[in-house]
């Protein structure tokens, strides 16, 4: 079957770093999106991985390990406005996207 | 400025009632999609289009229907028959299979 787990809800300060993790099962794999999602909000697109490595990109950076079935987020210097939901997405050999119940970020100051 | 429009951002059906959902996009995608989002759980896929005059039932179209008779616009209708309709309904569009999707705003559908 297809899956994405991830951590329903994670706490951090405001200036520190946090990782979301997320383990993924799929049939097939055409690469993982990371979303943001504001509460009643739509998603909004932070990051796509399709080969193994970190990608970065300003705060915000993204890892990929294809044979662990593993993906990470990771936010520096966290701000009180990256309190959101955090969506990790894949997509399958078929080119559907599976979404994970997404991880709610508090950032406390 | 380029973008999706979802509307309404609220609506309120009745039983026994069919509404209609709008989406119209202005950034020349050719493929659209229609997402259900229920506390608690990912996207669920309802519809999705490729092409005008062209979509394909996702993972939970049963009570749903969709038309696109323009590539700007794709309507969904939640029919009488989806007995549990109360949810976040999103709307994307995308370049193509593997690619961004971008979203409009959402609307929240209650039932009354």
């Known amino acids: 079957g297809q899956n994405i787990d991830q951590p329903t809800e994670m706490t951090a300060t405001e200036g520190a770093i946090v990782q979301i993790n997320c383990t993924y099962q799929?049939?097939?794999?055409?690469?993982l999106f990371w979303y943001q999602q504001h509460a009643g909000e739509a998603p909004t697109f932070l990051s796509y991985?399709?080969l193994d490595g970190l990608e970065e990109k300003g705060r915000f950076s993204s890892f990929l390990s294809r044979s662990k079935g593993y993906s990470y987020l990771l936010l520096k210097e966290l701000q009180m406005k990256d309190s959101a939901s955090y969506l990790c997405?894949?997509?399958?050999?078929?080119?559907?996207?599976?979404w994970g119940a997404g991880t709610k970020l508090i950032i406390k100051p | 400025d380029g973008g999706i429009t979802q509307s309404p951002k609220y609506l309120f059906r009745k039983e026994g009632q069919n509404v209609t959902l709008s989406c119209e996009q202005n950034?020349?995608?050719?493929?659209m999609y229609w997402y259900r989002q229920d506390p608690g759980q990912g996207l669920r896929l309802i519809y999705y289009?490729?092409?005008?005059?062209?979509?394909q039932k996702g993972d939970i179209a049963e009570g749903y229907s969709v038309s696109r008779e323009k590539k700007e616009s794709f309507p969904l209708t939640v029919t009488s028959a989806q007995k549990n309709p109360t949810a976040f309904y999103l709307c994307?569009?995308?370049?193509?299979?593997?690619?961004?999707?971008?979203f409009g705003a959402g609307t929240r559908l209650s039932v009354l």
């Open positions: 991985n399709v």
């Open positions: 997405v894949t997509m399958d050999s078929n080119y559907q996207l599976i």
């Open positions: 994307a569009s995308s370049t193509g299979e593997v690619s961004i999707q971008y």
């Open positions: 950034l020349n995608h050719d493929a």
């Open positions: 799929t049939s097939g794999f055409n690469g």
């Open positions: 289009s490729q092409i005008v005059n062209d979509f």
